[in-house]
């Protein structure tokens, strides 16, 4: 299990655990944390689970993949820390990650 905190844009922090080998949308989805609207289920085809990485965590969550940029020119105001949250794989080192949601999701 790893703790992630999500940040709205009003700066309420919603602290959710998610399990070791989910993605951080699934954990989101599954804790009820507004502002992901997950339309494709986590299937890279949407864009509508786009966070900000935390500044601190971008060297763990890594760059996202090709497909992922790509999917990225969809999303609302993006910026060198944006991922798909559906791409960040959920692991031990992942524990007390931070992102930020954006006003919207595209």
Not at 33 to 58: L, N, R
Not at 75 to 103: F, K, T
Request: glycine share 6%; hydrophobic share 40%.
């Amino acid at each position: 299990m790893a703790k992630i905190t999500f940040i709205a844009p009003d700066d309420t922090r919603y602290d959710v655990e998610a399990e070791t080998g989910s993605t951080v949308m699934e954990a989101a989805v599954r804790n009820g944390v507004p502002g992901i609207e997950a339309e494709c289920g986590g299937a890279c085809a949407c864009a509508t689970c786009h966070v900000y990485v935390d500044p601190e965590w971008q060297e763990v969550t890594g760059e996202p993949e090709a497909m992922e940029e790509d999917m990225l020119d969809f999303a609302y105001d993006v910026r060198p820390n944006s991922r798909l949250s559906c791409q960040i794989r959920i692991s031990e080192a992942l524990n007390g990650l931070v992102v930020n949601l954006p006003e919207r999701q595209a």
